[in-house]
Each structure stands twice: as C-alpha cells, then as structure tokens.
C-alpha cells in the first residue's frame, strides 16, 4: 500500500534488517554474512551507530552514473557491500538489484 511505501522510506534499519527485507531467500541461504554485516557496517562507520536510512542504503548501493563530460566519473565508488563481506560478485549484482528494486518504488 502507499502508506507500507511511505513509512518504509522512513525506516533506519541495520544492514543486516535490510538484507532480511529486500533479499529474504539469499538472506536465508547467507544467515552468516548477513549476521556479522552489522558488526562491519559499524566498524566502517561508527558515527552511523550501525544503522542506514533507506536513503542512505540506495546511495551506497547503487553506483552513480558517469555523468562527467569528459566521461570519467565525479568521484571514486566505494564497494559498500564488499566492506560489509560479501565478496561474490554474482551475490552482490543481486542484492544491488534488489536495493534498485525497492528505490525506484
């Protein structure tokens, strides 16, 4: 529902809660990865207390698009689901995938 949408862009979750919400059958199959990504997502940035919004999960998750002119990207692009160990690239097409999935709605 429109309101389910609404108050899901509100929502401050740890990794791990994201990946149980937008990948419920990985997030099965990789209960250990999904398990200590919190653990890593602190480590990495403390100051986030472990906790992303939605906002902040789309943006570390989606590269941005090479919009400079001369066709070289504005800034370097951090591997946010690599730090937080998922090292598969095909895992993390997938959870990306997902992540687009839920941003665009």
């Given amino acids: 529902s429109k309101h389910e949408k609404i108050e899901m862009r509100k929502a401050i979750k740890p990794p791990s809660e994201w990946l149980k919400l937008l ?5 099965a199959e990789n209960e250990v990865l999904v398990e200590t990504s919190d653990a890593k997502c602190l480590d990495y940035k403390p100051y986030l207390k472990g906790l992303l ?7 570390l998750s989606i590269p941005p698009k090479d919009a400079g002119m001369d066709g070289s990207s504005s800034q370097p692009t951090v591997d946010f ?5 998922i090292e598969d690239e095909f895992d993390k097409s997938y959870i990306v995938a997902q992540v687009e999935r839920f941003c665009s709605l």
């Fill in 23 to 27: 990948c419920k059958d990985w997030a």
């Fill in 53 to 59: 919004t939605s906002q902040l999960l789309c943006r």
């Fill in 81 to 85: 689901w690599r730090i937080l160990g």
